[in-house]
């Protein structure tokens, strides 16, 4: 699958750029997002690690070819240091969003350290944002309301809560990765702006990436 561009582009425009894992993932954000801002960029295999590889391997490569391209920044020219205008950029922000387990937060691991790298000015205007999507859903007998876990630790939490509130029949379902959200949780927990969980990445976020999964 390649990438599928939004209508509305520049400063301003609120123009979004999701970067997800693979052709599935796409599939299934392409299916609720919003084309008029919304454009999705899916992306095969791992990210390189652009903090070890050369630049040239890094400008090689497919990912980052595409991401540039889509995005309309240059790279951090390795010779002089000069650093890409995000003031050409096409969209406002980019939405890094993966599976929500190890490979996902591997994934997103490597971005942060491409964009530490190779686009930091995009980081440090705070146009780099990490999507989580829920990895639990958890819901009760008695009750029409659901509550959504990020972690095993925050669902067990959230399980016992219920049960000392008296729920009965508390059901939790893993989602093994973003094609396997029900379309509707999809759109309301990643993909739609007023409820997504959204963090804004900063420097030391990329840096503390780079102390877990080395440089």
């Given at each position: 699958?390649?990438?599928e ?7 301003g ?9 693979g052709?599935?993932a ?11 801002t ?25 990912l980052?070819?595409?991401?540039v391209?889509?995005l309309g ?15 050409q950029?096409?969209?406002?922000r980019?939405?890094l ?5 190890a ?6 691991a490597l971005m ?13 205007a ?6 989580r ?6 819901s ?9 876990a990020y ?8 399980m016992?809560?219920l049960?000392r ?9 893993h989602?093994r ?5 029900d379309p ?5 927990a990643c993909?739609?702006?007023?409820t997504r969980k ?5 420097v ?5 990436a ?6």
């Amino acid at each position: 699958m390649k990438f599928e561009d939004c209508v509305l582009h520049g400063v301003g425009s609120g123009g979004e750029l999701f970067i997800v894992e693979g052709d599935s993932a796409s599939g299934s954000v392409l299916n609720v997002r919003n084309p008029q801002t919304q454009a999705v960029l899916p992306m095969q295999g791992k990210p390189l690690n652009a903090m070890k590889a050369s630049g040239d391997k890094v400008a090689e490569f497919g990912l980052y070819q595409q991401l540039v391209a889509a995005l309309g920044v240059p790279l951090i020219d390795p010779e002089t240091g000069e650093l890409g205008d995000i003031r050409q950029a096409r969209f406002d922000r980019v939405l890094l969003l993966f599976d929500p387990d190890a490979d996902g937060i591997h994934c997103g691991a490597l971005m942060l350290m491409f964009f530490y790298r190779w686009m930091r000015p995009m980081l440090d205007a705070g146009r780099v944002s990490m999507i989580r999507p829920p990895l639990f859903v958890i819901s009760t007998a008695d009750s029409e309301q659901t509550f959504h876990a990020y972690s095993p630790e925050h669902a067990g939490r959230i399980m016992s809560e219920l049960k000392r509130r008296g729920a009965t029949e508390i059901k939790s379902h893993h989602h093994r990765g973003l094609a396997s959200i029900d379309p509707k949780l999809l759109a309301s927990a990643c993909v739609h702006p007023e409820t997504r969980k959204a963090d804004v990445m900063t420097v030391k976020d990329a840096e503390d990436a780079m102390h877990v999964f080395g440089t």
